[in-house]
């Protein structure tokens, strides 16, 4: 899957770079999530998945994009390379995080095979992930508590917003490709949730195991900046012990499945025992 390798832009500037963000696109997890809930529902792939994936990822890109920007994490390094704003200016990365989040939503819009209210439901839902009551509140909330401890439920909060919610809405918007019951949607919702959370417990974890070579961005980040992560709130090992704890909480909800999930249950694994 190449998320990007359709995008083109009059501009010279914004073509190189995207052409610099396709150079590296990432471990596409949200994506592969989309695909996997899609095929679960489904019983076998569904095309559509795969475009509704490279949407969810463009929204992931762009928030990468603008999370990096001095005005916000202030970082330099980004999956292995300078961040966008460093290799080119800010301008350049403010618009070309500003035309991929359009993009995404083009892109969903385009793929006809899918009902119109399909399409719709796959909107509203990417919309609501990235919007005031997604990742954007909990951008505002994590900037909020830098400088600051605060409690493992405010943290959970912040974190249920700024990094679960998008998981959460390639997970359910996989399900709509799959034309999914109520309950079956709901499920993958509980599941998102869950994995969501464990996601961003993992990446706290790495922050203080992993150096900036392994993990492709800065390490150690969140400490200089005095933010509160699942490490500094519970401990190293408590914040491992919340992973698997979530883990678990994650592949219950997909009991309902059986062993039709098994595939998804190794994703989910894989993406809270990682190394980057």
């Known amino acids: 899957m190449e998320p990007l390798a359709w ?3 009059p501009d010279p500037k914004l073509s190189d770079a995207l052409a ?21 529902i489904a019983g076998s792939p569904v095309p559509e998945a795969t475009w509704v994936g490279e949407a969810i990822e463009l929204l992931h890109t762009y928030s990468l994009i603008h999370d990096d920007l001095p005005a916000m994490d202030d970082d330099d390094l980004r999956r292995g390379q300078p961040t966008l704003h460093c ?15 359009a993009a995404a939503f083009q892109r969903v819009a385009d793929i006809e095979s899918l009902t ?9 839902i990417m919309s609501t992930a990235v ?35 998008l998981i959460r809405a390639a997970a ?16 993958l919702v509980r599941f ?41 709130t519970l401990g190293l090992s408590g914040a491992q012990q919340e992973a698997e704890r979530l883990l ?10 059986g062993d039709r999930a098994t595939p998804l249950r190794s994703l989910a694994v894989a993406m809270v025992k990682r190394d980057t």
């Open 7 to 9: 995008l083109t832009c």
């Open 192 to 232: 998102a949730e869950a994995i969501g959370l464990a996601f961003q417990v993992t990446d706290d974890v790495l922050d203080v195991t992993g150096d900036s070579a392994q993990l492709g961005k800065t390490a150690g980040k969140d400490e200089r900046a005095e933010k509160s992560t699942y490490v500094s």
């Open 20 to 40: 610099y963000l396709a150079h590296n696109p990432g471990k596409q997890l949200r994506s592969r999530l989309t695909l996997a809930c899609a095929e679960l």
């Open 172 to 187: 359910e918007a996989g399900a709509v490709c799959g034309q999914a019951t109520l309950a079956e949607r709901q499920a």
């Open 116 to 124: 119109a209210e399909q399409r719709l439901s796959i909107i509203k």
């Open 87 to 101: 290799a080119f200016d800010e301008a350049t990365a403010i618009l070309t995080g500003d035309g991929l989040q």
């Open 131 to 165: 919007g005031f009551n997604g990742m954007v509140g909990g951008q505002a909330l994590d900037l909020a508590a830098e400088q600051q401890a605060i409690s493992v439920e405010d943290l959970r909060a912040v974190h249920y917003l700024k990094t679960g919610a």
């Open 248 to 257: 678990l909480e994650a592949t219950d909800a997909l009991s309902v499945f």
